[in-house]
């Protein structure tokens, strides 16, 4: 593997991860064990992370190089999983840029305001990402990884169209009607503004992938609610320009969405027209991975798709799901196993410990598990 645009101390180039589980298999490889990590494995279910973030706030918690290091880091220690994946906001770009945004215990991100206008989009745009204003983001990856050694972080950034639809809504929303509505009913606005969102979420990207990740992930958490025509208009042009700005450091990428076995092919398009050297398309807990890998070609590796509501069930149960999972993901290439969305905050952590106990105790995973 070459690596021409990263530097000679990032860890695929010196060969700290080049041959990890993780990274392996996100090339399509079969490594003696099946890899996994978890979305959200860093946060509200350990204790120790709500320990640490008393009394600071969530995007200020992103924003401290050393706490959101040790967060990172929390969940590697107590799992041991076979990657982190880098503790950070999908808002974390706009506030870096400028744009007024918090997040609203019990609720989620709140802007400042909606932007739903051609002129409130048109002062939005001229919000700047430096790389002056990514400098805790760089220091925090730099931090995470001297300590992770072999294991690998994984870069995180939020799709263009999910960070659009916050703009435009103004907060979340279940159906993001104000988003479809603008998309359609002013598009020249619409491709302006997810233009906008792509360029500083690739830039997010691609400032965690410099400082040392050895992969990359694209969350599309909204994606679901569009039709294939809309996405395939609306939100894979952008989801390609952000993706494009990691392509020429020949890591690998996954990109992911809830609500989106329908758009699994265009996710996948979205990977291969940006020019990811390696992609991966995550599969939520809906679609089996089986399934997945038939509706992707066969030719990419999947990521996923344990059901999180299961993280609750009798072990028995979950242990039955758990192989399964594995067995189906026999189907593609290559497999990381992962949840189908996030860890929800009520989650055991030693149930957590237990999953990846079980899937490194299985082997030949291309075999039924």
């Not at 990977?271 to 990419?300: C, I, K, S």
């Not at 957590?352 to 299985?362: C, I, P």
Request: proline share 8%.
């Amino acid at each position: 593997m070459t690596f021409t645009a990263l530097s000679d101390n990032h860890p695929l180039v010196d060969g700290r991860t080049t041959n990890s589980s993780l990274v392996r298999a996100l090339r399509g490889e079969r490594p003696e064990t099946t890899p996994v990590w978890f979305m959200r494995q860093a946060g509200r279910s350990l204790p120790e992370y709500r320990e640490l973030r008393r009394g600071v706030g969530m995007l200020d918690s992103c924003l401290r190089p050393d706490m959101a290091s040790e967060i990172t880091l929390q969940p590697v220690r107590r799992h041991g999983v076979d990657a982190g994946i880098f503790f950070s906001d999908i808002v974390i770009p706009l506030r870096l840029a400028g744009v007024e945004v918090d997040i609203v215990p019990g609720v989620g991100p709140v802007m400042g305001q909606a932007y739903r206008t051609p002129a409130d989009v048109a002062r939005l745009v001229e919000h700047e990402l430096t790389p002056e204003s990514l400098a805790p983001v760089t220091e925090a990856v730099s931090l995470t990884v001297a300590a992770l050694g072999s294991t690998p972080l994984i870069g995180f950034a939020g799709a263009p169209f999910t960070l659009a639809a916050y703009l435009v809504e103004g907060r979340p929303s279940r159906d993001h009607l104000a988003a479809r509505t603008l998309m359609h009913a002013d598009p020249e606005s619409w491709a302006r503004l997810t233009a906008w969102t792509a360029q500083i979420t690739g830039a997010f990207l691609r400032a965690q992938v410099l400082a040392g990740a050895s992969a990359a992930q694209l969350f599309d958490s909204w994606a679901g609610s569009l039709s294939l025509e809309d996405y395939l208009a609306g939100a894979k042009p952008g989801s390609t320009v952000a993706l494009s700005q990691v392509s020429d450091l020949g890591v690998p990428a996954i990109h992911f969405g809830t609500g989106t076995g329908h758009l699994l092919g265009a996710m996948r398009d979205a990977l291969t027209e940006a020019g990811v050297t390696h992609p991966t398309v995550g599969v939520d807990y809906r679609t089996p991975l089986d399934e997945a890998a038939a509706a992707l070609g066969g030719y990419v590796p999947v990521q996923g798709n344990i059901d999180p509501a299961l993280l609750a069930a009798p072990w028995p149960v979950l242990e039955a799901h758990v192989r399964d999972v594995l067995r189906r993901g026999g189907a593609a290439p290559g497999h990381v196993v992962n949840l189908g969305h996030g860890v929800p905050p009520e989650t055991d952590p030693t149930v957590l410990t237990r999953v990846v106990e079980l899937v490194h105790s299985v082997r030949n995973v291309s075999e039924p598990a």
